[in-house]
């Protein structure tokens, strides 16, 4: 079994930053993507963004130009650095790592709540 454990989140006022990190328990060599979803109040949990194995990065139109996501394979562990927020960015932060073989594992969250 692999936890994730995520940390970073916090209150900020719109147009800071904040950088979330998720760290797995345990080394993981089958790793096919690792990523940060987000749950606002009231709304379904949607990708934020999301890192392969070979670097490659997607990430949601809400957040482009301003979120940036990175790894440390040797730590296995994902961050988003996350600048020029607004209100319309809170929300739960989930981190996920997802095996080549389908398998998902999420995080707790971690919240992240911007403030006028």
């Known amino acids: 079994q692999v936890q994730l454990v995520e940390s970073g989140g916090g209150l900020v006022q719109a147009g800071g930053s904040l950088r979330l990190s998720c760290a797995a328990s345990r080394s993981i060599f089958d790793i096919n993507t690792m990523g940060w979803y987000r749950q606002a109040p009231g709304k379904q949990r949607e990708l934020a963004a999301v890192i392969t194995s070979g670097g490659n990065t997607n990430y949601a139109d809400s957040v482009k130009g301003r979120f940036t996501i990175s790894r440390d394979s040797a730590k296995n562990t994902v961050y988003l650095q996350m600048n020029s927020l607004k209100l319309e960015d809170t929300a739960v932060y989930y981190c996920?790592?997802?095996?080549?073989?389908?398998?998902?594992?999420w995080g707790k969250g971690t919240l992240v709540t911007v403030s006028s």
């Open positions: 996920n790592l997802n095996r080549v073989y389908g398998v998902d594992y």
